[in-house]
T-cell receptor, first 114, second 114 residues
Framework: ETGVTQTPRHLVMGMTNKKSLKCEQH?????MYWYKQSAKKPLELMFV???????ENNSVPSRFSPECPNSSHLFLHLHTLQPEDSALYLC?????????????FGSGTRLTVV | AQSVTQPDIHITVSEGASLELRCNYS??????LFWYVQSPGQGLQLLLK??????LVQGIKGFEAEFKRSQSSFNLRKPSVHWSDAAEYFC????????????FGAGTRLFVKA
């Protein structure tokens, strides 16, 4: 399978639940990213990983916890979320952190917090 | 810090007509510039990128963009729009300073009428 795959595509969770979003890429890329896309707002960078090390944490609340066990997989663990966390969460990858490569995005996980 | 402005929230063009989507950026040096497209329910797909060389860059799906340093612009163009081009378009800028961030504009929604 090529490209960036995100699961699940849709997720509804209560504010007291714990869930995880999964991202997988088989492009041989070394950098992976989590973005949040909310209605009528620009994409917000959440986390950046390079070679499984976190290199950027963009003032994201601790109820979001990323994990990168290897260069092909990225998780976003969710707990005690708020309704305002409802959004499309996009995973992306790039060859490395050099900005000239551009990103390959997954289709996203549509998260609804009730 | 770098920033990106897409002045048009939405644009409607007739099928077969030409298209220009505007993008202005703010950055002190030559930035890395990108255009992405997002179809409903999907992630973002890279259309084209610029970081040096010829200021007119060709991308996929018949799109092109022109970097104009004097105007701090990177407008996206297509000579003849197809109904399948209806989507949301995002301009993005990456800078070699300030970390590993690529900043996205708020997007322009393109509607195509028959």
């Amino acid at each position: 399978e090529t490209g960036v795959t995100q699961t699940p595509r849709h997720l509804v969770m209560g504010m007291t639940n714990k869930k995880s979003l999964k991202c997988e890429q088989h492009l041989g890329h070394n950098a992976m990213y989590w973005y949040k896309q909310s209605a009528k707002k620009p994409l917000e960078l959440m986390f950046v990983y390079s070679l499984e090390e976190r290199v950027e944490n963009n003032s994201v609340p601790s109820r979001f916890s990323p994990e990168c066990p290897n260069s092909s997989h990225l998780f976003l663990h969710l707990h005690t979320l708020q309704p305002e966390d409802s959004a499309l969460y996009l995973c992306a990858s790039s060859q490395d952190l050099n900005l000239n490569y551009g990103y390959t995005f997954g289709s996203g996980t549509r998260l609804t917090v009730v | 810090a770098q920033s990106v402005t897409q002045p048009d929230i939405h644009i409607t063009v007739s099928e077969g007509a030409s298209l220009e989507l505007r993008c202005n950026y703010s950055y002190g040096a030559t930035p890395y510039l990108f255009w992405y497209v997002q179809s409903p329910g999907q992630g973002l797909q890279l259309l084209l990128k610029y970081f040096s060389g010829d200021t007119l860059v060709q991308g996929i799906k018949g799109f092109e963009a022109e970097f104009k340093r004097s105007q701090s612009s990177f407008n996206l163009r297509k000579p003849s729009v197809h109904w399948s081009d209806a989507a949301e378009y995002f301009c993005a800028v990456g800078a070699s300073t300030g970390g590993f961030k690529t900043i996205f504009g708020a997007g322009t929604r393109l509607f195509v009428k028959a």
